[in-house]
């Protein structure tokens, strides 16, 4: 807390007033403890669990025969060994998603048996080795199978824990015949998540699914954003101007807060080194909306000048240092490939009832 005051300070010398956050804020554990198991595998999500996230995050995709599973993206060249399955060459394909030509392996050219003889590895073997190790370990994971994990978690250590899907390329899986909304509110209530009090946050770059389930649950809804980019399913519109004040307010009618990438609230200045904060934090919370950052990282080569640790890319630097610099801006979560690096800067948990 000590270290947090002294940042407030800081940046209250430089004009910049911190907007505080009134609670803890959520750590998310993005893709699961990505920066020690391959992301978006039941052990990433066991050991981020495990380590004191509050939260895990799947990101979510439909196979051929309409099951949700955990995958980065749709295509899987990267994060599967399916290159290696010469049963599967001829799926090699390329597609526009959403505007952007890829090649590759899409899971919707895959029934969920034929997903399931694929093995997960590392996405990033060259900063993660470590990581890679864990390859071949572990399946695709299906929305079931984490929802059966974390209801066997919550009842092994005592406590809640909480979901944060992400809804991939909505529109295009909704043109495709293969909606994702409608079986990701499904299964979530049949395990019990309906209410706003209920851990569980559902997110998309996209605006028009979020509005469209708003009147269908009631759990928390959050727009994601990126600086220079704009929702894929609005033609025209940025980012930018949505998280203007006038964008924001028109964001509070059907969402509950933002997700934004954490240049959105301090940007890089020069020498690379953390700038002073936007106003963002403080817009949106004038507006009524939470601001959860995304993602903090621990090597070096995600880091600020000020927060790296040598010259070698893939070593681990002080990304707490920099997470505390956020939390002193008041944002109310944050998404860390690293929960330990994130306990280290917001502290533990605090002791709760036991979950029933």
């Known amino acids: 807390m000590k270290i947090r005051l002294v940042i407030a300070l800081l940046l209250g010398s430089m004009g910049v007033m911190p907007a505080v956050a009134a609670e803890r ?24 669990i495990e380590q004191g996230a509050d939260v895990i995050e799947p990101d979510l995709v439909s196979t051929k025969d309409g099951h949700l599973v955990a995958r980065h993206e749709n295509e899987i060249s990267s994060t599967t060994n399916v290159a290696d399955h010469p049963e599967f060459a001829t799926r090699r394909t390329t597609k526009l998603i959403d505007g952007q030509k890829m090649e590759g392996w899409f899971t919707e050219d895959f029934t ?56 991939k390329h909505p529109s295009y899986f909704r043109g495709i015949g293969l ?18 009090s209920d851990p569980v946050f559902i997110q998309s770059f996209e605006v028009g699914n979020l509005q469209a389930i708003r009147p269908r649950t009631r759990l928390r809804l959050i ?23 006038a964008g924001l307010k028109a964001i509070a009618r059907y969402a509950d807060g933002i997700g934004v990438e954490r240049a959105m609230v301090i940007p890089r200045g020069e020498g690379d080194k953390l700038a ?44 707490a240092g920099e997470i505390r610099v956020f939390l002193a801006a008041g944002i109310d979560g944050l998404f860390s490939d690293s929960v330990t690096e994130a306990v280290k800067a917001i502290g533990p948990r605090p002791k709760a009832a036991p979950h029933p």
């Open 112 to 167: 969920l048996a034929e997903l399931k003889t694929l093995r997960a590895k590392e996405r990033l073997p060259q900063l993660r080795p470590a990581n890679a190790a864990f390859d071949g370990q572990e399946s695709i994971p299906t929305l079931d199978e984490i929802l059966a994990l974390v209801k066997t978690e919550e009842a092994r250590l005592g406590r809640r824990v909480g979901l944060y899907p992400e809804t």
């Open 223 to 245: 727009q994601l954003m990126a600086p220079e980019q704009g929702p894929p399913d609005k033609p025209g519109e940025t980012y930018a101007a949505m998280a203007t004040p």
């Open 25 to 48: 804020p959520l750590l998310i554990a993005h893709r699961g403890a990505s920066a020690d198991r391959p992301e978006h595998t039941l052990m990433a999500y066991k050991l981020a």
């Open 276 to 319: 002073a904060p936007t106003s963002l934090v403080a817009d949106a919370h004038t507006a009524g909306l939470q601001v959860h950052v995304w993602t903090f990282r621990p090597e070096n080569y995600f880091l600020p000048t000020e927060f790296r640790s040598g010259a070698d890319l893939r070593a681990r630097g002080d990304e």
């Open 179 to 196: 909606p994702l909304e409608e079986p990701l509110l499904a299964a979530l209530a049949k395990a019990g998540y309906r209410e706003k």
